[in-house]
């Protein structure tokens, strides 16, 4: 049947084993294929474990596993931590930071012992009183399946643009494409078309991958505006 980001994405939110099959199913369908050695190999983890001196949720381990040697598919724009840059900061096992320090995620100590727990985010305020852990995904699993889609928006030029959405057009992604299953915790919304992969940025930035620059170039012309590579 192929790949289906619609129709395979609601049973990867449930169930990390389909998230994992989900992303090797993603990246192949937009030949970013994933091989063996791609993953960190378990002695990485094992040395970031007895570093911070704590063990890794079983979700953690297998994103690392999965795919934390490709930054094209977790770290174009954010940084997914490697794990020897891991740390444990206000409480919580903090594993993503946004490119401008504005915000961290992480796992809460208290949740480090399930197998695929909640994410929190932090935001880096002036206030250092007023930063609060606050909810981000259910499932640790379910923030690497935004993160793959995200970060896929930011890749290289000949294939990816963005763009400042002005007023009314966040409803016309809407009208016009077909929205993908994504609980957005972010505000964030997820778009496809035939060869097309769109985000919304919480409705303020267009970001957008296409599976080719002819595709790209006919995006651009019938989505027109001041693109950033165009």
């Not at 030949?31 to 983890?45: I, N, V």
């Not at 880096?124 to 896929?152: G, N």
């Amino acid at each position: 049947m192929g790949f289906d980001i619609v129709r395979d994405l609601p049973p990867a939110l449930h169930d990390r084993a389909a998230a994992w099959t989900f992303i090797r199913e993603f990246a192949g369908s937009w030949g970013l294929s994933l091989g063996r050695e791609d993953g960190t190999p378990d002695g990485e983890l094992a040395e970031a474990e007895e570093r911070l001196g704590l063990r890794l949720p079983a979700a953690v381990r297998e994103a690392y596993a999965l795919f934390g040697r490709r930054p094209d598919l977790h770290s174009n724009l954010d940084t997914l931590l490697s794990p020897g840059e891991l740390a444990v900061e206000h409480g919580a096992l903090v594993f993503r930071e946004e490119n401008q320090g504005a915000a961290r995620w992480g796992v809460l100590r208290d949740d480090l012992a399930a197998a695929d727990p909640p994410v929190h985010v932090r935001q880096d305020l002036a206030d250092k009183y007023a930063e609060l852990w606050e909810p981000w995904t259910d499932r640790f699993s379910t923030a690497v399946l935004e993160i793959v889609m995200a970060e896929s928006t930011q890749g290289p030029e000949e294939l990816c643009d963005g763009r400042d959405l002005g007023p009314g057009e966040d409803d016309e992604l809407a009208r016009r494409f077909t929205l993908v299953p994504f609980p957005a915790e972010s505000g964030q919304n997820f778009f496809t078309a035939p060869g097309l992969l769109m985000s919304d940025g919480g409705g303020a930035w267009l970001s957008v991958r296409a599976r080719d620059p002819e595709t790209l170039d006919r995006f651009r012309r019938t989505f027109p505006g001041d693109w950033v590579n165009a």
